[in-house]
């Protein structure tokens, strides 16, 4: 069996757990972080793609943001179409001048891996995790499999970010753990394209066949969603189906057509709220997915993830540093406020923007919302604060 002997034990290798472990090197603490997935498997993995302004600030402190700056897409708006109108609403003067930043979430990862990677420190790739203990006691193991050999991590703390269905959040007892979820009555069909984006800003819409979508990853690439039922399968959306639907959910008298390409990556994810409560257990602390899914329409996915990770590691700085576990008694309420903030925006976007095939009060409620959003300049001042840096106020 091979063991090794760490400070801080970092469970999985996405946004969270990597940017953890580099301001931990930066801070002097030594950290292991060990991924089930293959490295091309999580440097290739497509997920979120818009940066808040704050989030965006702390990559470029922590000296993990050059490429982000230099290859990211900043954006002072966004646009909602309705009713077959379309209606911009300036993020940037609403949010006294703040922007956000277009740059994929794959990117982030690839930047912080090479960081590791050239500080040398502890990164272990296709180390499946099978099991994290002791974690009430001041030795935490954390056990996995790695090149058909158990290795054994024996630790001061334990973060887990190793999202939803990770090792982490099954550590903590049933009768400690609260979960809490909710499960939209759809889900997205997602798509990257090579095709040149036709709008310079997000576009946000409501249509009577459904939600849209229509982002961008590059001047060059094109990433745009279409909600489908539940039961849908990538099987009945054909490129001509998909490319004419998202035309149609798009389509004002003024705009052109949607830019047509080929289709690079698809797939059909499912829509739900998760948020798990405490975020820690003994020297178990949670971050990221592991912790709470909320549906991307806000947003909020890795924001709240990196900013998770701000929250811990001043912790972790303070007790290593000052021997104060204060701030790492208050992570767990700290983060959860925030987290249910993001919650409540994310359902907020989500509901406002997903039209119901049965129920037309529903229907009523949410163009009103959109008139709001859309036309009340104090409602569209609360969404723009909330979608441009809501980890940061």
């Known amino acids: 069996m091979k063991e090794f002997r760490t400070q801080v034990a970092i469970v999985g290798a996405g946004p969270a757990g990597l940017l953890l472990g580099h301001i931990l090197h930066l801070q002097g603490i030594e950290s292991v972080i060990l991924e089930h997935r293959s490295r091309e498997y999580v440097e290739k993995r497509v997920r979120a ?3 808040e302004f704050g989030i965006a600030n702390l990559l470029e402190d922590v000296g993990a943001g050059g490429r ?35 740059y994929g979430q794959q990117e982030v990862v690839k930047d912080l891996i090479a960081l590791r990677l050239e500080q040398g420190a502890a990164l272990y790739f296709e180390a499946e995790v099978s099991s994290i203990e002791d974690v009430t006691t001041n030795a935490p193991i954390v056990r996995a499999s790695m090149d058909g050999e158990d290795v054994r991590v024996r630790a001061d703390f334990v973060a887990g970010c190793d999202g939803s269905y990770g090792a982490s959040h099954r550590t903590i007892p049933g009768e400690v753990l609260r979960r809490y979820e909710r499960v939209y009555p759809f889900s997205w069909l997602g798509i990257l394209a090579q095709a040149a984006p036709a709008t310079e800003e997000l576009i946000y819409g409501r249509h009577e066949n459904g939600f849209v979508l229509y982002s961008m990853r590059s001047a060059s690439i094109s990433r745009l969603y279409l909600g489908v039922r539940p039961e849908d399968t990538l099987e009945q959306w054909s490129d001509d189906r998909i490319w004419d639907e998202l035309t149609e959910r798009l389509s ?11 289709i690079l990556e698809r797939g059909i994810t499912a829509m739900r709220s998760v948020v798990i409560e405490p975020m820690r257990y003994g020297r178990l602390f949670l971050a990221g997915d592991a912790a709470h899914i ?18 811990l590691a001043e912790a972790f700085d303070a007790y290593y540093s000052k021997n104060d576990e204060v701030l790492l008694d208050a992570y767990s ?11 409540e925006f994310s359902n907020y976007m989500t509901q406002m923007l997903h039209p119901s095939e049965d129920d037309a009060f529903e229907n009523g409620v949410q163009r009103a919302r959109l008139r709001q959003a859309t036309q009340n300049r104090e409602a569209a001042t609360v969404l723009s604060r909330n979608y441009v840096d809501l980890n940061s106020l």
Do not use: F, Q
């Open 294 to 311: 909320v549906p991307p329409t806000g947003a909020k996915g890795m924001n709240l993830a990196l900013a998770d990770v701000r929250v």
């Open 68 to 102: 982000m700056r230099r290859e990211g897409l900043v954006h002072r708006g966004i646009e909602i179409r309705y009713d077959h109108s379309a209606h911009r609403i300036a993020l940037s003067e609403l949010a006294d001048g703040r922007t956000y930043t277009v």
């Open 252 to 262: 004002t008298d003024e705009r052109p057509e949607v830019n047509r390409g080929p």
């Open 333 to 343: 309420a700290k983060c959860l406020e925030r987290v249910w903030r993001a919650e």
């Open 49 to 51: 793609g818009v940066i």
